[in-house]
């Protein structure tokens, strides 16, 4: 059981917008900076939201972050086929000393 | 160009340990804190450790903790995780991945090496 809740799967066609939620607690979430990645099959996994919200250099603004309480979303607008990847959600969490993931989320692109 | 290369997987019997190495360039490794994330086979990502800029603070899961050992070598641009007393579950691809803060993720990631604990 991961300390951060994902849904194991979301789909969307092309051109589609979808959300990934990740929820967490007042120890993780609620209280730090919240992190996503994406993972394409076989490789590393790759920032793409940093800080709730903050996207790196070169990440498309397709993709946003936001947080709520211990909930955070990322969303994924005007689906491509190549946004075809695992996502995962990180926070560190105050109670642990230690960051958490969520379980993380394949998405596919129908 | 940041780039992180990890080395020193390979397959183990339990009980064995390891040295996986991390090699930074491209950026003043001495300034940032730096993370091991590992990934058993077909699951997800799991946080090992990290390590503060010169070496004073240490943060570990608790599943390893008084098996795994985080260490840098800022002169050598290189960052260590001894992993002893392995068990078949610490099998994964093991990643380093350089972060800002004790609580920030991971910015840039190497492309992992991989560790299995067999007989």
């Known amino acids: 059981q991961s300390v951060l809740t994902q849904p194991p799967s979301a789909s969307g066609t092309p051109g589609q917008r979808v959300t990934i939620s990740c929820s967490g607690s007042?120890?993780?979430?609620?209280?730090?900076?919240v992190y996503w990645y994406q993972q394409l099959p076989g490789t590393a996994p790759k920032l793409l939201i940093f800080?709730?919200?903050e996207r790196p250099s070169g990440v498309p603004d397709r993709f946003s972050g936001s947080k709520s309480g211990t909930s955070a979303s990322l969303a994924i607008s005007g689906l491509r086929t190549e946004d075809e990847a695992d996502y995962y959600c990180?926070?560190?969490?105050?109670?642990?000393?230690?960051?958490?993931f969520g379980g993380g989320t394949q998405l596919t692109v129908l | 160009e940041v780039q992180l290369v990890e080395s020193g997987g390979g397959l183990v019997q339990p009980g064995g340990s390891l040295r996986l190495s991390c090699a930074a360039s491209g950026f003043t490794f001495s300034s940032y804190w730096m993370s091991w994330v590992r990934q058993a086979p077909g699951k997800g990502l799991e946080w090992v450790a990290k390590?503060?800029?010169?070496?004073?603070?240490?943060y570990y899961v608790d599943s390893v903790k008084g098996r795994f050992t985080i260490s840098r070598d800022n002169a050598k641009n290189s960052l260590y995780l001894q992993v002893n007393s392995l068990r078949a579950e610490d099998t994964a691809v093991y990643y380093c991945a350089r972060t800002y803060s004790k609580q920030s993720g991971g910015d840039y990631w190497g492309q992992g090496t991989l560790v299995t604990v067999s007989s």
């Open positions: 990180e926070a560190w969490d105050d109670y642990l000393s230690g960051a958490v």
């Open positions: 390590i503060k800029q010169d070496g004073s603070e240490k």
């Open positions: 800080r709730n919200n």
């Open positions: 007042s120890s993780n979430i609620g209280s730090n900076y």
